[in-house]
């Protein structure tokens, strides 16, 4: 008997996803390479592992795996991404029929995703590129899920994907078709950017909250913990509360862990996307850079000897309110940036985005769920430029002195909160009619006659002037 979905590639979420739809009555077929010593009869000694697994297929053979597949064969991809996911298409190619479906779940590029979609709807094979959010437990429980590409092909692998997606408070799926091309992975890429600064956020207000106000990881983790179920929760917060409370052999282990950030690529890729598109997410970019400066710890050891600044020697004037409210308005920020992001791209790339539905998809299952991503669901149906929605014009204007002063003093005491900064600078030159640009066009036009543009002149033609005389 032929099986319904198939699986290529066993790792981690690989394997989190294959029980997770076997536990929901999924027949499946499980392929993973064969290696000799290395990767040997990964599929069979998994499957004999999980009784849940007790009707799936394993295999090392691709033409067997396919085979096994009930037609149009769905196939979910969760290998690495990049040159991997191109050998594995050429070797899966002679034995896929028309018709077949491939879905990518990794965090691939846009850019290779549509090109993979092209060059296989050439031969009449459906591609979807699809993100897939909520790490090994959202995998097994219910992630997150974006699939985008052939809306034809969708209707097929719905179905299967619903089924495993986490719920959200409607119990609807976090699972809806994104748009066509490679908007499902360019919409799963701002997800980790948007990560990448609600991460950042966290570290700093833990910065602040350690070194400018002598708090013990204990005392962090209870003040973090009092804003649970409030507006400000969210699953980042829930993690960093326990990750703050861990101890091994009686010391915070947060103190042993080496302050050196790496990342697998989404958040530069988010930030050269932005580049590109020309839209200013100066608080994902702040995220990344700051752990790009991290990755520096020698040098930062030999500075900071050479310097002797002294950082952490001051009491910072700040109250947790005043912290709180810093906080959530730079996630409005954030998100506002993220969200600005992807509805550009949809606008240049011509996706029929959703953004409340995008926002429904990741109110569960993903790493960036959130009440603020509840609130967004709403939001977006009026606006897709977030801060200047009267809800958060309102929360900007009682609350924007927090944040300024939240990153003055801290600034003038010696930390480094880059996502804060960047926060209040956006928020600064963005709800200002005024900007120095002036200066910029005024300097590009003297060394480089580039023009510019006058204000006193209705019709904005470009001028240039003679800057000599
Ligand atoms: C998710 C995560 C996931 C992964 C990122 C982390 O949504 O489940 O974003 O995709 O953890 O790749 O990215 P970095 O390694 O770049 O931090």
């Not at 077929?29 to 499957?47: M, T, W």
């Not at 290779?112 to 009449?124: G, S, V």
């Not at 036009?445 to 209705?458: E, L, S």
Request: aromatic share 10%; with cysteine.
């Amino acid at each position: 008997m032929q099986t319904k979905f198939g699986i290529i590639g066993l790792g981690v979420m690989g394997k989190s996803l294959a029980r997770n739809m076997a536990s929901k009555g999924i027949q499946l077929s499980l392929y993973n390479r064969f290696e000799k010593g290395v990767e040997e009869q990964v599929a069979q000694r998994f499957i004999a592992d999980f009784p849940e697994l007790s009707s799936a297929k394993g295999f090392e053979d691709l033409a067997d795996f396919v085979q096994s597949l009930e037609r149009p064969r769905k196939m979910l991809l969760m290998v690495k991404a990049g040159a991997v996911i191109d050998s594995i298409l050429e070797k899966i190619l002679p034995n896929l029929s028309e018709g077949d479906i491939i879905i990518d779940g990794g965090n691939s590029h846009y850019h290779d995703t549509e090109k993979r979609i092209k060059y296989l709807a050439e031969k009449n094979i459906h591609f979807i590129g699809c993100g897939v959010s909520g790490g090994e437990e959202g995998a097994l429980k219910g992630p997150s899920i974006m699939p985008g590409g052939s809306k034809e092909a969708y209707q097929f692998i719905a179905p299967y994907l619903e089924k495993i997606a986490a719920k959200d408070k409607y119990d609807t799926p976090c699972c809806t078709f994104i748009g066509t091309g490679g908007s499902g992975h360019f919409v799963k890429m701002v997800h980790n950017g948007i990560e990448y600064a609600e991460m950042q956020l966290l570290a700093e207000l833990y910065f602040i909250l350690r070194h400018g106000k002598n708090k013990t990881p204990n005392e962090i983790a209870d003040i973090f913990s009092s804003w649970q179920g409030t507006h400000l929760d969210g699953y980042l917060l829930e993690i960093t509360v326990h990750i703050l409370r861990k101890k091994e052999n009686g010391d915070w282990l947060i103190d042993k862990i080496l302050d050196q950030a790496g990342n697998k690529g989404t958040g530069s890729w988010t930030t050269i996307a932005a580049a590109e598109l020309g839209v200013p997410i100066t608080m994902i970019t702040a995220a990344l850079f700051a752990r790009y400066i991290s990755a520096f710890k020698k040098e930062r050891v030999q500075a900071d000897q050479l310097f002797q600044l002294n950082h952490f020697n001051k009491n910072i004037d700040l109250n947790i309110e005043q912290l709180k409210n810093a906080y959530y308005l730079a996630r409005i920020t954030n998100h506002h940036q993220g969200i600005h992001l992807i509805s550009t791209a949809a606008e240049t790339y011509k996706w029929d985005l959703h953004f409340p539905e995008i926002a429904r998809i990741w109110t569960n299952g993903c790493i960036i769920r959130s009440v603020l991503m509840e609130e967004l669901m709403t939001i977006l149906q009026k606006t897709d430029r977030l801060i200047i929605h009267p809800y958060f014009i309102d929360f900007i204007k009682k609350h924007r002195e927090d944040l300024s002063t939240t990153v003055g003093q801290s600034v003038a005491a010696g930390l480094d909160i880059p996502c804060f900064s960047a926060a209040i600078n956006f928020i600064n030159g963005y709800t200002n009619a005024l900007s120095s640009a002036n200066i910029i066009q005024a300097q590009r036009d003297y060394f480089g006659a580039h023009t510019y543009k006058r204000n006193d002149d209705p019709l904005l033609k470009s001028v240039h002037t003679d800057w000599s005389s």
